[in-house]
């Protein structure tokens, strides 16, 4: 008697793809173990710490701000450039790391870390509570701990990350992009109120309806012009009260973004328009120091504006402004253009110092068997091609020497100069490590992958063996795509891959249909002119599969390299809406038909298909009315349209749902009937 059953290797196999799939991902998703606790000043042995610039922040957050859309002639920020021009405003590029989508970005600029791409999946995780900052040290929670007050309103990302941090609040959902209007003016509705209290240290906004423009329209949308001037018109809010209320005058002003966008409006990737967010920092305060820069400017890079920074470096710049301890975790490096603050040279130091030793820290927590004191580090820098590690021990080794050397009356420039040098290489071997993955996971998931292929090769061969060009076809197929996976710009454009093997295979169906079709006519002798009929039917299927084929492609453009350039979709329907409507009605009535066909014949199903499809219709012409009106504007159906648009959308909605549950209900109890009727015959033969 068998033991095993006749398939064991297809279970097997079955069985070993999932656990292969959850081994490598807790590999490829770590968990960085990261430092507890709060940063807290070091004893400065009787010298004075450099005093606070600021007493208040004021951090607004457009998701998706674009470097472009700040600082371009073509930009809508008309007020933040001239604050760039007096020198109350300094612009930056801040680079965003992949993923760039809001949770992890969020993440980077409180923390100063650098996120794993498992903050993806919780960033899509509305119910998760996993990722929450709650006990990890942040600029904010150094504010709190302090017992100063924090607000904010926007997106709920922050309710999650920081649950129970902020004393007045009101989040709105990012998951809704149809929504351009009411998701910031929940917001704006508190700014007036807001900005005469006093009683707060830290005034957090997220306004997400220029992201929602983007995946609905794109960068181009006309929509993108009006939204960016909605946003510089905060901006110009803020920076007038900021100037007028006593309570403001020390008050930082930061306009930045979560992350950029692509061509198509979309992000999560780490193309330049994904990773190029928009910073500036604000406050009539930056007009002394006399930091004048032109605006707008032409991009010296890819959507690169003004110097390129870190995203992380907000983090730490934010803390030496505010006169906070920099948090534990942070990699980012002190923005030196900020140093012009202080007044004298050894309060400069002292800020890019605390930095150093944050960092310093880290370093030694990760790299525990790498020494930093300079006479064990001395040989090593005398070598022609240090590591990433012995560079920064040299660097460091740099710093201290001229800390001696020097004159504490005096401190001399190259001190800053060998700081910033030790931060920035510090930085890169921090940032380098911080994606770092469990390669034997990642081996023995690949390995448990490997297996489970061939256990199934046997019964795959058995069924390719019955169709030898068609299995021939798919095993090219397969290992085709397999060998795209290993370049990143193939996986952006993947679409390319399935449209030349979509062409390949009907190509090949075609050809084998025909050569059925001649067999059959040369062996029928009855048929005559067969042979000229068939052949007139293969030039019009061919011309006709060409030309459907084609229409298919020009579609929808996707990707990442043509997702911005003209389609039918969005160039031709929308300068041809009467075209557009009659395919959509088309539609709706091919639907119709083949409901009547797929249930026996009577007036009640008639007219609750017909009742159903009506009403799903009228709702698709009101959302799209509400939605996209310049699909409606120039239609034969817009009087419609204008006439059913005071009807809620919710209750539209309701009553497609209604019809469609009445059409469900009556196919049931009409197939119930059938079967008992045929039961019946069944008992009576």
Known sequence: MAVLPRNWAIWLANLLIPVAILVFSSGFFPYKPLLPGLATF????????????????IFMVVDALRSDFVFSSNSGFAFAQSLIRSGAALPFTAHASSPTVTMPRLKAITTGSVPSFLDVILNIAESDTSSTLAYQDTWLAQLKARDDKLVMYGDDTWLKLFPGMFDRADGTTSFFVSDFTEVDNNVTRHIPKELQHSDWSALIMHYLGLDHIGHKAGPKSPYMMSKQQEMDSIVSQVYSAIEQEEHLQSTLFVLCGDHGMNDAGNHGGSSAGETSAALLFVSPKFKAR???KESPVEATNELQYYRTIEQTDITPTLAGLLGLPIPLNSLGVFIPEFLVMWDHGFERVH???????????????TFPS???ESSAIRSTC????????????????????????SNTDEIPSSIQAALLRFLRISQNVMSSTAGNYDLQRLYLGIFAAGVAALLSFPATYRLLARSHYSGSFLLFSIFGYSAMMFASSYVEEEQQFWYWIFTGWIFYLHIKSNGYQGKRVTSDHKLKGGRQLLSLFSAAGTIGLGITYRILRRWNQTGQKFAAEPDIARAFFSAHQDTLWFLVILTYANTYKHLLIS?????????????????????????????SPELLGESFLGPLANTVSHVSLVLQARIVFCGVALMVLYAMVTRSGTLRVSDKHKGKS
């Open 370 to 372: 790498y020494t930093f």
């Open 599 to 627: 249930s026996p014949s009577s007036l009640v199903w008639r007219l609750v298909s017909l009742f159903a499809t009506i009403a799903a219709f009228i709702f698709k012409l009101t959302f799209v009315a509400s939605d």
């Open 382 to 405: 005398e070598s022609g091609l240090p590591t990433d590690m012995e560079e920064a021990q040299c660097a460091w080794s740099q710093v201290h020497e001229l800390l001696h050397e």
């Open 42 to 57: 070091e004893e400065t042995n009787g010298t004075s710490r450099p005093p606070a610039i600021f007493d208040k922040v």
């Open 290 to 292: 006399g930091v004048q």
């Open 351 to 365: 800020i890019l110092m605390e930095n150093a030793k944050q960092l310093l820290r880290t370093i030694k927590a």
